[in-house]
């Protein structure tokens, strides 16, 4: 059901962007909106993960640098039959982690040092194997495309807005354009509606996350512990990087900047209570 979710989302992001380019030019604006996406798209498929974790200021570590984190990684790669991952330690006290990289052979996996220090051996396993399944399921790629398509709607209206301002674009109907007001409506209304789209595809795909972790690690109550205790910190202490960077919050276990009261359609990912909640109840089937 997520993944059916997710492509008609998807779907709807790339309906939205050409809809967005025939409206300002016709045709040959259906083409440049598509060619703008390919080629952001390229250009995230093989630099994002280099690009967040220079953000984030995440070094690589060895497993003679970490072993015991190294040593988890590798267990749950393992379990999970994906390729050893990077692996990555972000110095921030605030606990957290995300996943990153275009595929299974080519991911890396980051955590802070406060993730390390405050969590139990049981709660970073079920942390890093929500992690691991953000791999396996290849949702590094699919936020990246779904970033990039929402970036290439909001760059096409900004577009616009300027070109409307300077007199480039006359807002007549009779060439069949959207026309004054539609067109200012769709410069506010279509990077909202991209922004909507974007957070709801990473909403989704933190439940899947969730389940897939639970299985790789075995242990559905040590990542519902371990989300409990990240969001009543990160509530508290958001990261200054992600402030810096708020594009990336969507990587994260748990909003990093959860510290802002944001409503729910907004919010990058689902509610803690309920994927604590949906983690509680698979814990006790797999008892029953």
Request: no cysteine; charged share 15%; glycine share 10%.
């Amino acid at each position: 059901m997520n993944i059916v979710r997710t492509t008609v989302l998807l779907a709807g992001l790339t309906v939205l962007l050409v809809l967005l380019g025939g409206a300002f030019g016709g045709r040959i604006g259906m083409l440049f909106a598509l060619g703008l996406a390919a080629v952001m798209n390229f250009g995230s498929y093989w630099f994002s993960d280099r690009a967040v974790l220079k953000m984030h200021g995440a070094r690589e570590v060895s497993q003679a640098d970490a072993p015991e984190l190294y040593g988890i990684v590798s267990e749950l790669a393992q379990s999970a039959n994906l390729p050893m991952p990077r692996v990555f330690i972000m110095e921030t006290q605030t606990p957290n982690a995300f996943a990153t990289g275009r595929n299974p052979s080519h991911a890396a996996v980051a955590a802070t040092t406060g993730l390390l220090h405050l969590m139990s051996r049981d709660e970073v396993r079920g942390v890093l194997a929500h992690e691991l399944a953000h791999v396996r399921h290849r949702d590094t790629l699919t936020g990246a495309v779904a970033a990039t398509i929402a970036g290439a709607i909001t760059m096409i209206a900004n577009m616009a807005q300027w070109a409307m301002l300077f007199g480039g674009f006359r807002g007549n109907d009779d060439n069949g354009g959207p026309g004054l007001l539609g067109g200012l409506a769709m410069i506010i209304l279509a990077p909202l509606a991209a922004g909507l789209i974007q957070m709801a595809i990473s909403r989704s795909r933190e439940y899947a996350a969730d389940r897939g972790g639970a299985e790789i690690s075995g242990d559905p109550l040590s990542l519902a512990r371990a989300l409990r205790k990240l969001e009543q910190i990160n509530q508290h202490h958001p990261m200054h990087s992600v402030a810096e960077n708020p594009s990336t919050a969507h990587l994260f276990i748990v909003n990093p900047l959860a510290g802002i009261n944001i409503g729910r359609l907004f919010s990058t990912h689902p509610p803690t209570s309920e994927r604590i909640k949906r983690l509680e109840a698979m814990a006790g089937s797999l008892r029953v």
